[in-house]
């Protein structure tokens, strides 16, 4: 079981279902919830300006379509060398899209190791669990 | 010659009767002599004498004889000779000569009204009527005004041309001479003349005629230059047909002598202009579209070719340049850039619209969906609330297939490219098989599948899946209540790489009389059943022509259907 991963969804109902899902699932202990890029970003700033924080997120699980910061805007701050200390984290984006651009983009970026179309499920969690 | 004879018997019989004389005074005279003697010396003398007589008379009527012989013979020499001449020039000339007895109206012809104009010696009349006869109809009046008035000597020479009508019913174009013969009253007795045949010059002329209407007549413009120039610029025109005239608006005399480079502006395109001076430069012909101005300082689109002209001995001549106004074209052409870019953007903007509302669709679904899986973890008591859950499940799956069956029309429609692999044909029927297993437990059809000699297939498998599960679907949707289903796929090897499926049931069918083309069309249902949401077939054939395969469909309701599907293996 993981220690601690974050979701980050503008929709308070998918967030819901993804906590009672990774419940079911024993899949990770925590999860922080952000509802947007923006506000990921600043967690995970306290969480790096936190000397006593040692947790630090696993899998970002990020959906793409959101106000303020969607989804790959939050990648592309994320990965930039302020966060270098977040390298091994790795990002699923979990979306409702279909459009094979995202699709296509999401391959381009080494650390997006799946793409999975919501609703997340056991089996989905099962599998994941299994490739990291 | 009849004197001569009897002038000279007359003269022999005188001369022979003195010597019959003087024979006899001598006998007389001379007793010492017999008489026996004396007639013998008699004769022999005589026949001496009368000998040497006739020898000369012979030999001189020999003499004569021959010298007469011998002029003969050089008349005859002579005649035969001028003959021969006559044939010889009749021949080399190749004309046609008549001769034309005036008062009596008789014509002879010479041999060339056969060779040339094939006529037989009985076909040939020998009169003028069946020379005037044979004239065209179009040139008879004309050439008898002008042969009657020479006749009546009003003209010194006549010549005309006219055509002559060949024994096989063509006509020759002819250029006819004649000259005239009088009587000591200066009546004209006969006429004598050659007939020439012209009709190769003739057609020439006609062929270089329709030649030239190309030029004047052509709506494209057509201009010739010379063949260089001394200052760089496109060399000077010495002609420019009616058809540039009118394009640029200059008079043709303002043309002449000009350089293509005065019809060029501040629009002509730089680049083109080099391309055509490089070619003059390299003698090499050369095609561009460029602006050019007319005289009142309008532009106009032209589309010109620069060719080079080759005289007899290679040198380069002149340039030809032909040149088309397209200006309504480019103008056409440019609306439709603008046209196309809007579509395309519309088409980009509504295929964004189309992500965006599945997405926002596709959302909360997804909710719903999750929100259902939790459910089931649930052991419900209330057997209403059973009941409603169990509605409210139905509604959400069948509102998800929905959404998943359009989110593919549009992504099958977006796909320019697809990716193919090589695949075991029977695993993935296996598989497909197994994604409805449900289905196919509950309703146990006789599913028959013949591969024939196919063990692999070069496809794309989620098309290929998506295609059967639609077709395997279909049939178990619209099976036939009064029989057992019977689903019987065969696959097999066709030429050109081609791998040819039939898949066959026998269910309701489709009335296709009905439904011909709505077949495969969008949101088209056949059968009023509760599930049917009129996309499967689309789908299927959208997504199979994605591939470069095809689909065809045979049908009769109630005893089944039948579609026949060709893949690019």
């Known amino acids: 079981m993981l220690e601690i991963i974050m979701c980050i969804d503008d929709d308070p109902i998918t967030l819901m279902l993804f906590k009672k899902v990774v419940q079911k699932a024993s899949f990770a202990k925590d999860i922080i919830n952000a509802i947007n890029g923006q506000q990921a970003i600043s967690l995970i700033n306290t969480i790096n300006n936190n000397p006593n924080q040692e947790k630090k997120p696993e899998i970002i699980f990020l959906d793409l379509n959101m106000p303020i910061m969607g989804g790959w805007e939050f990648i592309d701050l994320f990965n930039t060398s302020n966060y270098q200390n977040l390298k091994n984290t790795k990002i699923v984006i979990l979306t409702s899209t279909i459009d094979p651009e995202d699709i296509k983009k999401s391959k381009s970026y080494p650390n997006v190791i799946e793409f999975l179309p919501k609703p997340i499920t056991v089996e989905m969690l099962n599998d994941l669990k299994a490739k990291i | ?569």
């Open chain 2, 1 to 569: 010659m009849k004197n001569k004879a009897n002038q000279i018997t007359l003269i022999y019989i005188l001369s022979t009767l003195f010597l019959a004389i003087v024979s006899y005074k001598l006998a007389k005279h001379l007793p010492y002599l017999t008489t026996f003697t004396f007639n013998f010396v008699k004769d022999l003398f005589f026949i001496t004498i009368t000998g040497l007589f006739f020898r000369y008379i012979l030999s001189k009527n020999d003499e004569k004889n021959s010298e007469v012989n011998k002029n003969l013979r050089q008349t005859n020499d002579k005649l035969k000779e001028s003959n021969d001449k006559y044939d010889i020039v009749a021949k080399a000339t190749s004309d046609t000569i008549w001769d034309w007895k005036i008062p009596e109206d008789h014509i002879t012809w010479n041999k060339g009204i056969k060779e040339i104009f094939g006529y037989s010696q009985n076909q040939v009349g020998h009169n003028s009527r069946w020379w005037f006869d044979n004239i065209h109809p179009e040139d008879s009046i004309k050439m008898s005004i002008k042969l009657y008035s020479f006749l009546e000597q009003k003209t010194e020479k006549w010549q005309d041309q006219y055509r002559f009508k060949c024994s096989d019913g063509s006509y020759k174009y002819v250029l006819d001479r004649g000259f005239i013969i009088k009587d000591e009253n200066g009546k004209a007795i006969r006429m004598i003349g050659t007939i020439q045949d012209i009709t190769k010059q003739k057609e020439e002329e006609n062929r270089l005629k329709l030649l030239e209407t190309v030029f004047t007549e052509a709506r494209d413009a057509i201009i010739i230059t010379e063949a260089i120039s001394n200052d760089n610029q496109v060399p000077k025109i010495v002609f420019a047909n009616p058809a540039f005239n009118r394009m640029s608006g200059y008079e043709h005399s303002e043309v002449i002598g000009k350089s293509l480079n005065s019809f060029m502006g501040k629009n002509s395109d730089l680049h083109e202009i080099e391309k055509l001076t490089d070619s003059i430069k390299n003698r090499k012909e050369c095609f561009l579209e460029i602006i050019l101005y007319k005289k009142d300082q309008s532009e106009y689109w032209v589309r010109l070719s620069f060719i080079p002209v080759y005289n007899v001995e290679h040198d380069l001549s002149h340039w030809i340049s032909i040149q088309r106004d397209i200006t309504e074209e480019k103008k056409l052409e440019k609306e439709k850039e603008i046209l196309i870019r809007e579509l395309t953007q519309n088409n980009k903007d509504l295929k964004q619209f189309s992500y965006i509302t599945s997405h926002n669709l596709r959302a909360p679904l997804s909710n719903l969906m999750g929100l259902l899986n939790l459910i089931e973890d649930f052991t419900i008591e209330d057997e209403e609330l059973k009941e409603i859950l169990a509605g409210f499940k139905m509604s959400t799956h069948f509102l998800n297939n929905t959404i998943n069956d359009l989110a593919k029309v549009i992504t099958i429609k977006d796909s320019t490219s697809i990716q193919n692999e090589e695949l075991l044909i029977r695993d993935v029927f296996k598989n497909i098989l197994n994604q409805l297993q449900i289905q196919l437990d509950d309703i146990k059809p006789q599913l028959n599948i013949d591969y024939g000699t196919i063990t692999k297939i070069n496809t794309n498998k989620a098309y290929f899946e998506s295609i059967f599960i639609n077709l395997l679907t279909n049939s178990l949707k619209y099976r036939s209540k009064n029989r057992d289903l019977t689903i019987d796929i065969i696959i097999t090897e066709e030429e050109n790489n081609t791998i040819k499926i039939i898949f066959k049931d026998n269910g309701i069918g489709i009335d296709l009389e009905r439904n011909k083309n709505k077949v495969f069309g969008l949101y088209q249902r056949f059968h009023d059943y509760p599930d049917s949401k009129g996309l499967g077939l689309f789908l299927v054939k959208s997504q199979i022509e994605t591939m470069g395969g095809n689909i065809s469909i045979q049908s009769e309701v109630d005893k089944g259907t039948e579609f026949t599907l060709t893949f690019k293996s």
